[in-house]
């Protein structure tokens, strides 16, 4: 997504995007072993960008702000804060099939908190390393929520709480019947690339080629609203995933044993089907926000 997204940007914009991460707050990981004075190295460092909030959740620097017990870490320079922010990753959320109570969305939430993040982009009075840590969680809220169990979980008798965005559901993959796996990751994982030795690149072209977004149309760049507007822009990308979970995702084999069921052909093909689009969509709707907000 991070691929698409960076090489869909308008060269005036991507200078200002390599400007602003030239300067984020953990630029000394996100640049490792690469030269941000170069073109190929910069827009790594957007790639890396792209997977840094989840790769500080285990990340001895910051604290898990969802945890009652944990002890707030000392502030660093340039960071707004050292939360962890691991509820920006989802929307806890979730509907039922059995009649077991529902969880409602809360605000603030992520959907909420993201105009903030974006309109500071262009706001010379935020500082630039905050700019630059709001850039990068911008482009991985975008990527999750177009993910469709980060947009809800399923509450059942099984899981009065919903099932964490079905972390919590068990299911085996046809081939691999002696392997379990959750279902969340079931859906992470359907366009990982076949093969360590195929270059992200080549994938991501792929996605580009097969599932192009024709211009002028609501998603382009320079549509994306302001404000509030956006919020709901932002929401409705996430009630579009709820809405795939509920009835494709959580549309899964019952257990007839101890084992958990085994996933059809069929539902791999759709999922996988679904998950690219959903990939190129957010890559798309991440570059029309950054346009939105950095374009001249």
């Known amino acids: 997504m991070a691929a698409m997204a960076y090489d869909r940007l308008r060269p005036t914009t991507r200078g200002r995007v390599d400007e602003l991460l030239r300067v984020h707050p953990d630029i000394a990981l996100l640049a490792e072993n690469v030269d941000v004075n170069t073109a190929a190295g910069i827009r790594e460092v957007f790639l890396r960008a792209s997977v840094w909030p989840d790769r500080i959740r285990g990340d001895a620097r910051f ?14 320079p340039g960071f707004p804060t050292m939360a962890s922010r691991d509820g920006w990753h989802y929307l806890t959320r979730s509907f039922s099939t059995d009649g077991t109570r529902t969880l409602t969305l809360t605000e603030p939430n992520v959907t909420t908190a993201f105009p903030a993040m974006a309109e500071s982009l262009r706001d010379k009075a935020v500082p630039s ?47 691999f019947e002696r392997d379990s796996i959750n279902l969340h990751a079931v859906w992470d994982g359907w366009l990982g690339r076949p093969s360590r030795t195929l270059p992200l690149d080549d994938v991501a072209a792929a996605l580009a080629r097969d599932l192009p977004m024709a211009d002028g149309q609501p998603d382009d760049a320079l549509t994306i609203p302001q ?52 990939l190129a969509l957010s890559a798309y709707r991440l570059a029309a926000v950054i346009e939105a907000q950095l374009g001249s």
């Open 63 to 76: 604290w898990r702000e969802t945890d009652p017990n944990a002890t707030a870490t000392p502030l660093l």
């Open 129 to 175: 390393s905050v700019r630059a840590y709001n850039l990068s969680w911008i482009i991985h809220i975008v990527g999750d929520l177009h993910q469709p169990v980060h947009g809800t979980s399923r509450s059942s008798v099984a899981h009065p709480e919903g099932d964490a965005g079905a972390n919590r559901v068990w299911v085996q993959l046809p081939g």
């Open 227 to 278: 404000g509030a507007a956006l919020a709901a822009t932002v929401r409705s990308w996430a009630d579009e995933s709820a809405a795939l979970a509920r009835y494709v995702a959580y549309d899964i084999p019952p257990r007839t044993g101890s084992a958990p069921p085994v996933l059809t052909d069929a539902y791999v093909a759709q999922g996988t089907r679904i998950a690219r689009q959903r």
